[in-house]
């Protein structure tokens, strides 16, 4: 640390143990990432600063005495009040006993005062393992002795900014908590849980929904309009569940899959078609990978835990397309769980 007033000079160098509070603002206010990259941050915090420092005569780099700044002053100030005249401005070293006007200083126990760091910053996901960001804080100390000159009216500051890389240990199926989104819908994920009515029932919309896009298709230019139906006879439904931003079955749904299974061995015929889907937190692209993910998930426990013939599923991820619950236009009853699953039915043409 460096810092000039008048004909004089401080330098030194401190040590910095802070414990911060970060708050996420984007968290607060939009309850997620922004594009789902960017995390801004307020933080505060409480630390102690350990710190040396000395005060020098510009142009000569002298040390100077309490005699050198307040000879011509009647009486020191009070936080000198136990200084001696020829006492070195030094903070950190021994400041008096000394014959020569610059001697080898002897350092003695550091000072230290209490800090309280404020700051911005801005972090950016580069993927799953990777952060990187970029901050800048104000340092507010608690006493005025940093720079060796206690007699000013306001406490020592200093600003830094820097550069940060962050990894972020644990699963790598598993979003890091800063990346998270809030989801108000704990309480309405158990309930319907709990209701397999309601299930079949958020099944069938999404389905009736479909067959009627399907039914209204049309393909045309400026020489021919031709018009092309699928006819669908539904004679088997069910859905799953995720959790956010996750691809695993839970035991939950495997009670639905034994389902699935028993129906399928009854009927060796039927051909099943497996349609995942995610909310609409994200970006498209790596939500279709996602909704393909858990559709893959699904057929690889009816294939491999229940035997049935991997040729008889058809997988179609759809993303975070054809929402069953609109979030963003039914906010704030929109409900992110009913979007994250997994329809599995029987279509027959």
């Given at each position: 640390m460096y810092g000039q007033k008048y004909n004089r000079y401080f330098e030194g160098d401190f040590?910095?143990?802070?414990?911060?509070?970060?708050?996420?603002?984007?968290q607060l206010i939009f309850n997620g990432p922004l594009r789902d990259r960017w995390n801004i941050y307020a933080k505060i915090g409480l630390g102690v600063n350990y710190f040396r420092a000395t005060m020098r005569e510009q142009g000569t780099d002298r040390l100077l005495t309490m005699d050198d700044i307040f000879g011509g002053?009647?009486?020191?100030?009070?936080?000198?009040?136990?200084?001696?005249?020829?006492?070195?401005l030094v903070m950190g070293y021994e400041r008096n006993g000394y014959?020569?006007?610059?001697?080898?200083?002897?350092?003695?126990?550091?000072?230290?005062?209490?800090?309280?760091?404020?700051?911005?910053?801005?972090?950016?996901?580069?993927?799953k393992s990777f952060d990187i960001g970029v901050e800048t804080a104000l340092h507010?100390?608690?006493?005025?002795?940093?720079?060796?000159?206690?007699?000013?009216?306001?406490?020592?500051?200093?600003m830094h900014a820097a550069l940060s890389l962050t990894y972020k240990f644990g699963k790598k199926d598993k979003r890091h908590a800063s990346w998270t989104y809030k989801d108000f819908n704990l309480s309405y994920e158990r309930d319907r849980m709990r209701d397999p009515l309601a299930q079949k029932l958020d099944s069938l919309r999404a389905e009736l929904d479909q067959l009627a896009a399907l039914n209204d298709s049309a393909v045309g230019d400026t020489?021919?309009?031709?018009?092309?139906?699928?006819?669908?006879?539904?004679?088997?439904?069910?859905?799953?569940?995720?959790?956010?931003?996750?691809?695993?079955?839970?035991?939950?749904?495997?009670?639905?899959?034994a389902g699935v299974a028993r129906y399928m061995t009854e009927h060796p015929e039927v051909v099943i078609k497996i349609q995942g889907y995610t909310d609409d937190r994200g970006s498209y692209e790596y939500n279709e990978k996602l909704s393909e993910r858990r559709c893959l998930a699904v057929k690889d426990v009816l294939v491999k835990d229940y035997g049935v013939d991997a040729s008889r599923f058809v997988t179609e991820p759809k993303g975070k397309v054809e929402l069953l619950s609109d979030t963003r236009k039914l906010a704030p009853r929109g409900v992110h769980l009913v979007n994250r699953r997994v329809d599995i039915f029987q279509v027959t043409k």
């Open positions: 040590r910095e143990a802070s414990l911060n509070v970060k708050a996420y603002i984007n002053v009647s009486g020191y100030p009070t936080s000198y009040s136990d200084w001696d005249p020829d006492d070195f014959a020569s006007a610059d001697p080898d200083l002897e350092e003695i126990a550091r000072e230290s005062g209490l800090v309280v760091p404020i700051g911005l910053g801005v972090r950016y996901r580069v993927n507010n100390m608690v006493a005025d002795n940093m720079d060796v000159d206690m007699t000013g009216a306001d406490n020592d500051s200093y020489t021919y309009i031709s018009q092309d139906k699928t006819i669908r006879n539904e004679l088997f439904s069910a859905s799953v569940f995720f959790d956010f931003d996750k691809s695993e079955v839970t035991a939950r749904s495997h009670r639905t899959l």
